[in-house]
């Protein structure tokens, strides 16, 4: 099975680094990722001192597998370098936006995928980290991206200290639509979740969280509403602060 149809993420890691050659080679495959306009409007900051780590862990949350793995890599939307550039040309840029931001942010996520592929092909785990944008402006301090510049994705990258088993994915028919758009009736919505619904692994989950069933495990205990609101707004003020909402 290829990389991509293996992938698993990795949560425990070994303390064995990764080699400078092979990170390059790594990285670079994630500057060969497609892009807006061969804009390449995104940075990757690579983190592997222990202190700047530390500060790291502790904005994702404390997640242990941010000290354990050896390499962290920030991915940014990134209009700083760009702009600074189109100015050293007397080009004044326009891209002061939410638009350009979402530009950006997409050319940083293809990296990042690419980059995932490409170290799993090389024997290494990764996990994404999803707490990015929560403490955006916290993980702008410790980094010290200026403005123009927003983090949009962790990953963690290092040599596995475990083998989880796959995790389940929805059936393609859930997530695929063909010519256009095709509309979910409460029966195709039963048939595609059924299999996640009835697994005795998800079974655990609700029983533990003391809900009454999927769906409420995701929307009451995981993603609320509140929180959503909360670091909705958290980061409204970062992408402000950071120069990308202009009307």
Excluded at 33 to 38: C, D, L, Q, Y
Excluded at 62 to 85: E, G, S, Y
Excluded at 151 to 180: K, N, Q
Aim: with cysteine.
């Amino acid at each position: 099975m290829d990389a991509i149809h293996s992938h698993k993420s990795i949560r425990k890691y070994k303390d064995t680094p990764i080699s400078g050659p092979i990170l390059q080679h790594i990285l670079q495959a994630g500057s060969r990722a497609s892009t807006t306009g061969n804009m390449q409007v995104y940075s990757i900051v690579v983190t592997t001192e222990t202190s700047l780590k530390e500060q790291l862990w502790e904005s994702h949350f404390k997640q242990p597998m941010v000290k354990q793995a050896p390499v962290i890599l920030t991915f940014c939307a990134d209009f700083n370098r760009f702009n600074r550039w189109c100015e050293q040309r007397d080009a004044k840029p326009g891209y002061n936006n939410f638009l350009s931001f979402i530009t950006a942010a997409i050319d940083a996520l293809l990296a990042a995928q690419n980059v995932a592929i490409a170290a799993e092909t090389q024997g290494l785990g990764i996990c994404y980290l999803g707490t990015t944008t929560y403490m955006a402006q916290r993980i702008i301090d410790i980094l010290k991206l200026p403005k123009g510049v927003v983090p949009v994705t962790t990953i963690v990258l290092g040599h596995p200290d475990e083998t989880p088993e796959l995790t389940d994915r929805l059936p393609l028919e859930a997530i695929v639509h063909y010519e256009t758009y095709q509309d979910y009736t409460p029966e195709t919505i039963d048939q595609l979740y059924s299999e996640k619904e009835t697994s005795e692994f998800y079974k655990k989950i609700i029983a533990d969280s003391g809900t009454q069933n999927l769906a409420e495990v995701f929307s009451q205990k995981r993603y609320t509403q509140a929180d959503n609101e909360h670091f909705s707004r958290t980061l409204l003020q970062v992408l402000a602060a950071q120069g990308f909402m202009q009307q």
